[in-house]
């Protein structure tokens, strides 16, 4: 249920801001600002954090197999964001919990 509720978060977020409530922390992600943890000067967007960033390079192997095969980016969003089983909602929970703490990390150390 808890991986439910999570990542059915990332479909209904606004463009604008990403708002991710999970295991009682609060991540707030604002789309128009630039990542300022990596140095590809892209928004920090949906896109940039699971297909893009470099600093969650290694976190993302878990679901790469799911995007692998889009060539376009929005398809391999799509792709991502469609819960077909169990397995997929289950690594992309943890692969976005896990994103979700290097940034924190980054940002709040
Ligand atoms: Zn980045």
Redesign the pocket.
Same mark, same amino acid.
């Given at each position: 249920m808890e991986k439910i509720r999570t990542v059915s978060q990332l479909r209904v977020a606004p463009m604008k801001e990403i708002r991710i409530y999970t295991n009682g922390c609060t991540y707030i992600v604002n789309t128009e600002e630039i990542?300022? @943890?990596?140095? *590809?000067g892209?928004g920090?967007t949906l896109a940039? @954090?699971l297909l893009?960033?470099? *600093?969650?390079r290694e976190t993302r192997v878990a679901i790469a197999h799911y995007t692998q095969d889009h060539q376009e980016e929005r398809a391999a969003l799509k792709c991502l964001l469609t819960y077909d089983t169990k397995e997929k909602l289950k690594s992309i929970y943890h692969t976005l919990k896990t994103i979700l703490k290097i940034r924190a990390f980054i940002m709040f150390e």
């Open positions: 990542c300022s @943890i990596c140095n *590809l892209e920090e940039h @954090i893009r960033c470099p *600093l969650y």
